[in-house]
């Protein structure tokens, strides 16, 4: 039987995982103009920002939950995969509120294919320099 110190552990984990990624999505919500435009507008980007912020930490609590499962008297396992999991979904919404703060634009299939490509990056001119800031 699982003690409920790993559950409440993993909960409190998630609980500010989620606030850290409501602060990263922030950067990319226009609440001024969803303001602006009237209480409905502002009401959906508000949800749709609460609601996003849980949708990307989800294949993280699944993954989590599977490994509770599967190795219930380790916790330390589920620990490392929350950690791990969360940790990439966190670097990627930074990576895409970085590329939206730059370049107005998020991640999309052009910019994967760009990132991918062999000599993608070149063909905009970009140097040693804009490869490494992009690592």
Known sequence: MI???PHRSLA??????YLALL????????LQQAWDSGLPAFAFIVASWLCY???YLLPSMVLTWLTQLVLPRKPVFSY?????TTSLT????YANAKLYALYGMFINSFIINLITTPGGIDSLGGSQASQLGMA
């Open 23 to 30: 602060a990263l999505a922030l950067d990319t919500i226009k």
């Open 12 to 17: 409190y984990f998630f609980l500010l995982s």
């Open 3 to 5: 003690s409920n110190s």
């Open 53 to 55: 912020s849980v949708y």
């Open 80 to 84: 490392a995969m929350a950690v791990i």
């Open 90 to 93: 966190s670097l990627l919404l």
